[in-house]
């Protein structure tokens, strides 16, 4: 399928959650079993995964009753354990935290991998438009692909916001909202990761980013409260602004645009976050932000649609480019790719997604008022 499928959902937040589950069921289902193969790939069996998903289960209610209920909302929808839909709304501290504490060398931690990426920033000052921009190439598990979708929401009380997100997942992790706020993110790892359990969750700091009605409420979701886990979001504003929150479990680095651009990959920038792991194991991250960098400046005049979108097809590294495409030298629980695309246009309030590798899907524009 060329183009990813959306769906708006409005009412209180169970209701928006239920509306998601049932459109989606087939797809939420087998999201369940991906990642419960996955995990059972690195040693976490089927057992423990669910006990550990109770557990961020409860530490969400704690967090934020909104999120909660829209999860209620899903599993009830799609006919789930409520307990497995907060497995997967849990599975990026899962994936580090968990599997550290269960593995006895630190090179099994590593192997679990996070969420790769390679992310963008511009102000109107570089890009033709005049507008602001955010861009990302989100680098996950090659079994994703295909379940994922572009979510609107309406909600009384907060801002509508677009997004794309993973069929059962809540969060929503490339958005951007009525009131200008954006984001993308990439996946870190540290050596402090693990340090501060049961913190709010990272895709439930991305919802709300996306639900914030002020730019620094928006930022506040990020660093008001520790962290379980490493993660870099990059948060903008149509008004002309975008800072990178470059976070370890107990530090963040601030990260602003270099002449109007900034870009990141899945390695720290920043000091005081521990040692910095995910170069060890994916050294391609040392290379892709800078070289991003490049090809977004190249040429004369401003920065064009047409040149962000050649951009993030760049192959260069191939199969772990800017565009990545599965490795069939990875065991296919680990292999990845770029799962999808994404350009945001944050004045214009308009996300356009590509449903896979930029250089095969085309970029498909999805406005937050349909």
């Not at 194991?281 to 490049?294: H, M, V, W």
């Amino acid at each position: 399928m060329d183009t990813i499928p959306q769906l708006t959902v409005s009412g209180n937040a169970f209701e928006r959650g239920r509306l998601h589950g049932e459109r989606f069921a087939a797809e939420v289902v087998a999201n369940i079993n991906t990642y419960l193969e996955r995990f059972d790939f690195s040693g976490f069996a089927r057992g423990a995964a669910l006990e550990e998903g109770g557990n961020w289960l409860a530490a969400i209610g704690r967090h934020d009753a909104d999120y909660y209920e829209e999860m209620e909302g899903i599993a009830r929808g799609a006919g789930c354990d409520l307990r497995e839909i907060a497995l997967i709304n849990a599975r990026y501290e899962i994936a580090f935290t968990l599997y550290g504490k269960e593995a006895k060398k630190r090179d099994e931690l590593l192997s679990v991998g996070p969420d790769g990426c390679t992310t963008f920033g511009l102000l109107p000052q570089v890009t033709a438009d005049g507008h602001t921009w955010l861009g990302q190439n989100w680098d996950w598990l090659e079994a994703i692909h295909g379940r994922t979708l572009v979510l609107r929401v309406r909600s009384q009380g907060q801002p509508s916001f677009i997004c794309l997100t993973e069929a059962g997942i809540v969060g929503g992790k490339m958005a951007v909202n009525e009131c200008g706020v954006g984001l993308v993110e990439n996946g870190l790892a540290s050596s402090f990761d693990g340090a501060n359990p049961y913190e709010a969750p990272f895709h439930v700091r991305c919802r709300q980013i996306a639900r914030a009605e002020r730019y620094e409420d928006a930022l506040g979701a990020v660093v008001s409260t520790k962290r379980t886990c490493s993660g870099n979001f990059v948060v903008g504003h149509s008004g002309g602004e975008i800072i990178d929150l470059e976070t370890s479990p107990s530090h963040v680095s601030y990260l602003y645009p270099e002449g109007g651009v900034i870009t990141h990959s899945n390695h720290f920038v920043g000091t005081s976050y521990g040692e910095s792991l995910m170069e060890r194991i994916s050294p391609n991250t040392l290379y892709r932000a800078a070289r991003l960098r490049r090809l977004l400046m190249a040429g004369s005049g401003k920065i064009t649609v047409a040149r962000m979108q050649e951009a993030l097809k760049d192959k260069f590294g191939t199969p772990n480019a800017i565009c990545r495409v599965p490795d069939p030298k990875q065991a296919k629980p680990k292999r990845s790719m770029t799962a999808a695309a994404v350009l945001i246009d944050l004045d214009a309030r308009v996300l356009h997604v590509a449903n896979g590798p930029p250089s095969t899907y085309p970029f498909v524009p999805f406005p937050l008022h349909d």
